[in-house]
Each structure stands twice: as structure tokens, then as C-alpha cells.
């Protein structure tokens, strides 16, 4: 076999592995958007509703308790991430730190990323139980922002490195002190920036792992800081393997709930992402 026909196949190769993982996916999205959307469409009500006392052997009511929990979880856990890793980020950079310290912390931040998000949920658990307390909405806070601190980290850190040097030398060139730089240098990687945050979010509010063990389950409304709380994953994962037909309807409407929020982040990342264009040497000004 020739060379060109060696490429031929191996093109073909990966385009028929390229076609198989977005069928996948397109038939995964389908299949929710399908049986979720009917059931929210039916009752839309169940998103918005406090759960009943009975609800996961009833179904009265809805699953408003894990809509607020993914929020009050997700939501400070990533503020607290995004700071902490734009912070890092802009550390392993050369002004800072020498190229050998930030590789082996980027080697670091990369076997953060590819372990498996329970093993967060266990280390934060055994910090629990270290301190004698209990599963809570601030356990599953602490847990999310150290699962989404990698992630963050490295796209941000990416971001940083994409920027043109020409932004550095002109600020240097300038007077600018190493704090002074660094911002004109987020500003000009923002949409990365952003896209790393918002992905982050993304990555958070749809793990179930994590907070399984830090936040506990929970029929009932968040209570307060040190309460136990529930998440629209963990949610699912319970109203799945219920023997209640109208419990497990609920899963695939608050799975439909879920799905179109990852996919809105994800449009809004691209969407930020490219009115922050403009802003960054060389982006788009219109």
C-alpha cells in the first residue's frame, strides 16, 4: 500500500471515528431532549415546585430543592475557582515563575484533570469526618471548586500563553510594573478566559460524584450553609433506580433541565467569548 493511499485510510479512519462520537452524542441529546421535554412540557411546574414530604416514593411536588442546590453549590464554588485559578494561571507565567516550575505544576494541574471526580467526593468526606462534622451545602462548595480548579487553571494558563507577546513588550516598553502587565495580558486572552470559567461551570453543575458524598441527599429545600443539599445530577441518579414510574419520569425532566443548561452555557461561552474578541490586539471591532 502507497503512502497516499496509507493517508486516504487513515483520513477515513478518523472521520468515521469523528461520526460515530457525534452520533453518539447527537442520539444521547435526542433521547433526553425527547422524553425529558415532554414530561417538562406536560407539567413544567415540577421545576419550580418545593418536593412534597413523600416525594421520592410519591412524586408529589417537583425538584426545585436540586435546581437551588446545583445553583448554591455550583455558583460560589466556581467565583472561588475563577479567582484561585486565574491567580495560578498568571503565576506560572515567565514573569513570574521559570518554565521548569510551571511545566511540572501544568503535569500536576493534568492528573488533577484526569482523576476521577469521586475521588474528590472522598477526599473532602475524609476531611469531614477528620473534623467531626457533616455532609453539607459548604462541603459540596469546597469539593466542586477544588474539582473545577484544574480545569479552569489550564485553559486560562493556555489562554495566557496564546496571548500575542507583543502585548508584554508593549507594556514593559511602556513602564508598566509585573501586576500592571499581567491584567493588560488577561484582558487580552479574556475570551479564553472566559470560555475556561464558564466551562468550569459547566463541568460543575453537571457532576454527581463530587457531591454525593460533601453535600449529602436532601428531599427537602436548602436550609442553610452547614444543611445538607442536593443536586439535579444526584437527583437523577436516585429518581432513575426509583419503582415509581412517575419518580423516574421526573429524572428525564430534570434531566432535560440539566442538558439544555450545559448546552446554554456552552452557547454563552462562544457568545462572550466573541464580544470579548474585540477587546484583544487583532479582535473584532464591529
Do not use: C
Request: charged letters at 15%; a positive charge; hydrophobic letters at 55%.
Amino acid at each position: 500500500m502507497d503512502r497516499y493511499a496509507k493517508q486516504r485510510l487513515f483520513g477515513a479512519l478518523a472521520r468515521g471515528a469523528a461520526a460515530l462520537v457525534v452520533a453518539v452524542m447527537a442520539l444521547v441529546v435526542a433521547v433526553t431532549i425527547a422524553r425529558g421535554g415532554f414530561v417538562f412540557i406536560t407539567d413544567p411546574a415540577i421545576a419550580v415546585t418545593p418536593p412534597g414530604s413523600r416525594y421520592m416514593l410519591e412524586a408529589d411536588g417537583g425538584f426545585l430543592h436540586a435546581v437551588l442546590g446545583s445553583i448554591l453549590i455550583v455558583g460560589p464554588a466556581t467565583v472561588v475557582s475563577a479567582l484561585l485559578a486565574v491567580s495560578t494561571a498568571i503565576y506560572l507565567q515567565s514573569d513570574y515563575s521559570s518554565e521548569r516550575f510551571a511545566e511540572s505544576v501544568n503535569m500536576f494541574l493534568n492528573v488533577l484533570w484526569a482523576t476521577p471526580p469521586i475521588v474528590y467526593g472522598v477526599f473532602v468526606l475524609t476531611v469531614v469526618i477528620a473534623v467531626g462534622a457533616r455532609t453539607s451545602l459548604f462541603f459540596g462548595i469546597i469539593a466542586i471548586a477544588i474539582f473545577q480548579y484544574p480545569i479552569m487553571t489550564r485553559y486560562t494558563d493556555e489562554a495566557l500563553r496564546s496571548s500575542p507577546e507583543s502585548v508584554k513588550a508593549t507594556t514593559y516598553g511602556l513602564g508598566a510594573t509585573r501586576f500592571e502587565t499581567a491584567r493588560m495580558t488577561v484582558r487580552a486572552a479574556l475570551p479564553g478566559v472566559v470560555a475556561g470559567i464558564i466551562m468550569g461551570f459547566a463541568r460543575g453543575i453537571g457532576d454527581a460524584a463530587t457531591v454525593l458524598f460533601t453535600a449529602g441527599r436532601s428531599t427537602n429545600m436548602p436550609a442553610g450553609l452547614f444543611e445538607p443539599a442536593t443536586t439535579l445530577p444526584v437527583l437523577i441518579f436516585d429518581q432513575a433506580m426509583s419503582f415509581n414510574a412517575d419518580v423516574r419520569s421526573h429524572a428525564y425532566a430534570a434531566s432535560f433541565v440539566l442538558i439544555v443548561a450545559v448546552l446554554g452555557l456552552i452557547v454563552v461561552s462562544r457568545l462572550l467569548a466573541g464580544r470579548y474578541a474585540r477587546y484583544a490586539p487583532g479582535g473584532r471591532h464591529s
